[in-house]
């Protein structure tokens, strides 16, 4: 193979921020005779037209999650999503309308020892459509969180697949919640030794209708 067409090749190859680099290594074959005067100029003007193309158009952004189809539908992704039905480290792999799709099936699990909700079902629950459904436990049992059983009635009809978690941290996840702890059952009360701080005491003498002692740095009105 000729240096021309090898040179020739790399210019049509490379990008356009390493055109130089081609034509630093145009020049220098030509010096040393490696190509006559005819190519050199031919593939300078090739180099030159590369640079002014336009440079290519930035690519589309996927869209993350799925578009909520109203308001209410939101509401309920962002509900269950927040449910915390799925430990934050396991969550974080998911987009919010998956995670609410895992927390759907985390409430079923709970309560039935697996999920047999359809796909549909699944999807106007956790306010989603029925593809994340599918891409939520596509994902998670990828992942290893959970098993999907399909359930093969016959050749043309099938019971609703059957998920169940298999994820140790996510069970343990679902028996600590199950239990109560990490939850805050109560408010927080105001503790026994701060009764009597001066606030207490103001907002006291309020409802008392303001009557009692006199501040200490109350002005004395001369009788």
């Not at 090749?9 to 990008?15: D, G, L, R």
């Not at 300078?44 to 590369?50: G, Y």
Request: glycine fraction near 8%; charged fraction near 25%.
């Amino acid at each position: 193979m000729s240096f021309a067409l090898q040179l020739r090749q790399a210019v049509e190859a490379s990008p356009r921020v390493e055109l130089h680099k081609v034509q630093d290594a145009l020049w220098k074959t030509w010096g040393a005779g490696g190509i006559t005067d005819d190519e050199a100029q031919g593939l300078s003007d090739l180099i030159e037209a590369r640079k002014v193309l336009p440079a290519p158009g930035r690519p589309v952004q996927r869209r993350v999650g799925s578009r909520p189809r109203s308001p209410a539908s939101m509401e309920r992704r962002r509900s269950w999503a927040a449910s915390g039905a799925m430990p934050p480290q396991l969550a974080t792999r998911f987009t919010l309308a998956e995670a609410a799709v895992l927390a759907v099936v985390a409430a079923e699990v709970r309560t039935k020892g697996s999920c047999s909700l359809t796909i549909g079902h699944l999807a106007a629950l956790a306010g989603v459509c029925r593809k994340t459904v599918k891409n939520a436990l596509r994902e998670a049992e990828a992942l290893g969180f959970v098993r999907i059983e399909e359930r093969r009635l016959s050749a043309w009809r099938s019971a609703p697949n059957r998920v169940t978690i298999i994820s140790p941290e996510w069970h343990a996840w679902l028996r600590m919640r199950r239990r109560g702890e990490g939850v805050k059952a109560y408010p927080p009360r105001i503790p026994e030794g701060k009764k009597g701080a001066p606030s207490a005491q103001r907002a006291a003498g309020k409802e008392g209708g303001g009557s009692g002692e006199p501040h200490r740095w109350a002005r004395r009105v001369p009788a």
